[in-house]
């Protein structure tokens, strides 16, 4: 909302100063609605403070009066046309008396209603660039055009002007100098030398321009847009009674409630085609659901009755009852835009810098435009004014303050914006644009092991008889092999427990042929394993399952349980992997477990090591046999083992400064957020997978993986390389487009209508650019290796060619 619409606000609640309190209220809760924008603080975001020095709309802060005891409300809004200036920074009580002054005459005559209709109107822009043209070729369509033409000029002039004019006055009345401040003056400088056509299309193709980069900067936030328009306004709540003894149909009875007021433990109707509120776990039900927006998965996941699916995914077919086990605060979805929008809203070290120096610029700016038209006459002997062969130094003077205005590099950071839309598209959250820096800035990589390179649940690997059986083929059993009879008793009796080996178990032993088990009696015992007796054998027999010292202990002799000790100690698979020990009937079997490695990790380490050149190291918690083990599958060469969390803290600091003294790149370290918080906020950039990862893990992290594969790290390391060249890019673009176009208007080589060309064009290539970093990112190696390829294909073509000419 604007300023001018805001002052009625003012205007209108001041004159209930004299009412009761309560009489006060309820006119500033009226008024409230009717002017809503005016009263709520705008979120700041990156791309949009990227452009605060051409923003177009007038921001502000209003509260009603000094009393805060009503109920409007002070939540965030967002400003999506913010070119030119923005006071949504400043309160309406801290105007000065000439901005009061300004606003209230405005209000008064009627141009302030006119501003804010014409404000930031395509299709008045484009009538006033067509009105532009019709009056520059009138004289040779009609004799006598100069009236005409006249007329033209004044309201194309007018459709873009006024809102100029007054947004320009705004700013200089509060002490501000900006974008805004130097196309009016340029526009107005025009006009008194009577080139008031010059200055109207400037005008135009200035607000043309406003369309145009918000095209692109919408375009950019296109992802983030389409996250927060995946989730429902409304919940379906059932009632819990009907719900448990009603089947799945439409017709179940359900009230409609706002998702924010979802509570957790409610019950929800989520239809085909709908979008799930809140994070929630199936009730009754089974459907596939898709979040390809929130995490980036592409497949489809089948969810049946138990399976949680977050908020904001998408039920396709099947009609679901699901449990809500989170409110819409603490959700999925409301986290991510949450993260997106603070992320967007931390600025990186170029658009802090252009913060600080913006105004100082535009200040310099018109200094230096004053001297040239002051100076121009005596230096160089340039007429004041233009003459029929020579442009005078006062148009040179706003040639140059309109070339060197500083839009395009107001700008060069949307490619921040954009890269941090895109990675949010494929499930990866960053903390602001400067992680993008850092990233690329960094050289090594170290991993965490347990879930990070692997998946943190183990495999059986192998089944080891290692004491009390007579030997191969000759197993004191009823079953031909000791390693099937153990498997068998195993799986019975660690069926439905949660332990890990307890799934590796039961996992192991699916799809094949065992005996059928029975158990009869059952006892668990907390930190040694379980015991059991198996009914469907004629001796009754007795089961143990757990660590090795729960089963030695549990032999009668000293010396058999030293016997199963040593045996365990040269068991033929070595000791780097988890072992359970199953003891039936003092039969004892050793089970072998190892954690799986993550499928697709070795490519993606491959692709970290030789196409982006880092360098990659282990720091695990694990021994050194099986960390060894684990970094031989992937490719790792450097591995430190036995590290507890403050030993990860301290060797993560070591390295750092070795590689502060060497002068070297930075340090970015993956871990699962379980126990490796301090190392992860110690590294330059700390990425985790956030699945698992605890509170404090995530609020230390600098990037969070939502879907739980490492392949997210790669992407986010090209990215942020992508982004960084891009940003230089337009850095040098539009230094660039500043420095030809002002050398050339101050050389007198070009008129003002073609310097505005110039200069909004610097800055729609700036905006073209960034928008560039929506594509998928690629390695700058891999680049040249293509260039590369590419070039010597046609050297030898040609070599080939002139070959066969020669014969």
């Known amino acids: 909302m604007n300023a001018w619409r805001a002052n009625a606000g003012v205007t209108a609640c001041k004159t209930s100063f004299g009412s009761s309190s309560r009489h006060r209220r309820s006119q500033c809760r009226a008024l409230q609605l009717r002017f809503r924008g005016a009263v709520w603080k705008a979120i700041v975001w990156e791309v949009k403070s990227s452009r605060s020095?051409?923003?177009?709309?007038?921001?502000?802060?209003?509260?009603?009066?000094?009393?805060?005891?009503?109920?409007?409300?002070?939540?965030?809004?967002?400003?999506?046309?913010?070119?030119?200036?923005?006071?949504?920074?400043?309160?309406?009580?801290?105007?000065n008396f000439v901005q009061r002054a300004l606003i209230t005459v405005a209000d008064a005559t009627g141009i302030a209603a006119v501003a804010n209709s014409w404000r930031d109107s395509l299709q008045l822009c484009c009538v006033s660039i067509g009105l532009v043209f019709l009056a520059i070729f009138s004289p040779r369509l009609l004799p006598r055009a100069r009236g005409l033409q006249t007329g033209l000029a004044i309201v194309a002039f007018s459709l873009t002007g006024v809102p100029a004019v007054l947004d320009a006055c705004m700013d200089v009345a509060g002490g501000k100098v900006n974008i805004h401040v130097l196309m009016a003056l340029a526009a107005f400088g025009s006009v008194f030398m009577g080139n008031a056509l010059e200055g109207a299309l400037l005008l135009a193709m200035f607000s043309l321009s406003h369309q145009a980069e918000e095209y692109f900067t919408n375009r950019a936030l296109g992802d983030v847009k389409a996250l927060k328009k995946s989730n429902p306004e409304f919940a379906l709540v059932l009632d819990r009674e009907v719900s448990s003894h009603s089947h799945l149909s439409t017709t179940v009875p359900y009230v409609e409630v706002d998702v924010s007021k979802v509570e957790v433990g409610a019950l929800l109707l989520v239809k085909a085609g709908e979008g799930v509120p809140v994070d929630c776990q199936v009730w009754q039900g089974r459907s596939t659901v898709t979040v390809e927006h929130l995490t980036g998965e592409a497949h489809p996941l089948d969810k049946r009755v138990g399976d949680t699916i977050p908020g904001g995914a998408r039920n396709l077919d099947g009609m679901l009852i699901v449990k809500a086990t989170k409110t819409w605060e603490e959700s999925t979805l409301a986290r991510i835009m949450k993260l997106t929008e603070e992320a967007q809203a931390n600025k990186p070290r170029l658009q802090r810098w252009l913060d600080e120096f913006g105004e100082k610029y535009s200040k310099a700016v018109v200094a230096m435009s004053v001297t040239v038209a002051a100076l121009g006459p005596f230096v160089f002997k340039w007429p004041f004014l233009s003459t029929s062969g020579v442009r005078g130094s006062l148009y040179r003077g706003l040639g140059l303050m309109v070339a060197a205005s500083p839009c395009a590099l107001a700008v060069a950071p949307l490619a921040y914006a954009t890269a941090i839309s895109s990675c949010a598209s494929k499930g990866i959250l960053l903390k602001g644009g400067e992680v993008f820096d850092a990233l690329a800035a960094c050289d090594t990589v170290a991993f965490d092991k347990t879930g990070t390179l692997t998946t943190g649940?183990?495999?059986?690997?192998?089944?080891?008889?290692?004491?009390?059986?007579?030997?191969?083929?000759?197993?004191?059993?009823?079953?031909?092999?000791?390693?099937?009879?153990?498997?068998?008793?195993?799986?019975?009796?660690?069926?439905?427990?949660?332990?890990?080996?307890?799934?590796?178990?039961?996992?192991?032993?699916?799809?094949?042929?065992?005996?059928?088990?029975?158990?009869?009696?059952?006892?668990?015992?907390?930190?040694?394993?379980?015991?059991?007796?198996?009914?469907?054998?004629?001796?009754?027999?007795?089961?143990?399952?757990?660590?090795?010292?729960?089963?030695?202990?549990?032999?009668?002799?000293?010396?058999?349980?030293?016997?199963?000790?040593?045996?365990?100690?040269?068991?033929?698979?070595?000791?780097?992997?988890?072992?359970?020990?199953?003891?039936?009937?003092?039969?004892?079997?050793?089970?072998?477990?190892?954690?799986?490695?993550?499928?697709?990790?070795?490519?993606?380490?491959?692709?970290?090591?030789?196409?982006?050149?880092?360098?990659?190291?282990?720091?695990?918690?694990?021994?050194?046999?099986?960390?060894?083990?684990?970094?031989?599958?992937?490719?790792?060469?450097?591995?430190?083992?036995?590290?507890?969390?403050?030993?990860?803290?301290?060797?993560?600091?070591?390295?750092?400064?070795?590689?502060?003294e060497g002068n070297l790149g930075g340090l970015i370290m993956v871990g699962d957020g379980v126990n490796d918080a301090p190392a992860l906020a110690a590294a330059t950039v700390g990425i985790v997978l956030a699945r698992f990862a605890s509170a404090t893990a995530v609020a230390v992290a600098d990037v969070l993986l939502l879907k739980d594969a490492i392949d997210g790290v790669p992407f986010v390391i090209s990215k942020a390389r992508q982004t960084t060249s891009l940003v230089k890019q337009n850095v040098i673009l539009a230094m660039a487009s500043i420095v030809v176009a002002a050398l050339s208007s101050v050389g007198g080589l070009l008129p003002l209508w073609i310097t505005v060309l110039l200069h909004e064009g610097g800055t729609l290539l700036v905006c073209v650019n960034s928008v560039r970093a929506l594509n998928e990112p690629l390695w700058s190696s891999q680049w040249r290796r293509d260039m590369v390829s590419f070039i010597q294909g046609l050297i030898g073509d040609r070599t080939r060619k002139e070959a066969a000419h020669v014969i």
């Open 53 to 95: 020095v051409r923003r177009r709309r007038c921001c502000y802060t209003v509260c009603f009066g000094h009393s805060h005891d009503h109920d409007h409300s002070h939540s965030h809004h967002e400003h999506e046309h913010e070119h030119g200036h923005c006071h949504s920074t400043q309160d309406s009580r801290d105007w």
């Open 457 to 660: 649940e183990l495999e059986c690997k192998a089944i080891e008889p290692i004491h009390g059986h007579l030997g191969a083929g000759k197993a004191n059993c009823c079953n031909p092999s000791c390693e099937v009879e153990a498997l068998a008793v195993a799986a019975a009796m660690e069926r439905g427990a949660t332990h890990p080996i307890a799934r590796a178990v039961v996992e192991h032993s699916e799809g094949k042929e065992l005996p059928s088990i029975v158990i009869d009696t059952f006892e668990s015992l907390p930190g040694q394993g379980l015991f059991a007796t198996i009914a469907n054998r004629k001796s009754g027999h007795k089961a143990l399952i757990g660590s090795l010292d729960y089963i030695a202990s549990s032999f009668p002799s000293m010396s058999s349980s030293q016997k199963v000790r040593e045996a365990a100690r040269l068991s033929i698979h070595g000791n780097d992997l988890v072992h359970a020990v199953l003891s039936i009937d003092e039969k004892v079997t050793l089970f072998h477990f190892e954690d799986k490695i993550r499928a697709g990790t070795a490519e993606v380490l491959r692709s970290l090591k030789e196409e982006a050149g880092l360098k990659l190291l282990m720091l695990t918690g694990d021994h050194p046999a099986s960390a060894q083990r684990v970094a031989n599958a992937v490719g790792i060469e450097e591995v430190h083992s036995d590290l507890r969390p403050e030993d990860k803290l301290l060797h993560v600091k070591k390295l750092a400064r070795q590689r502060d």
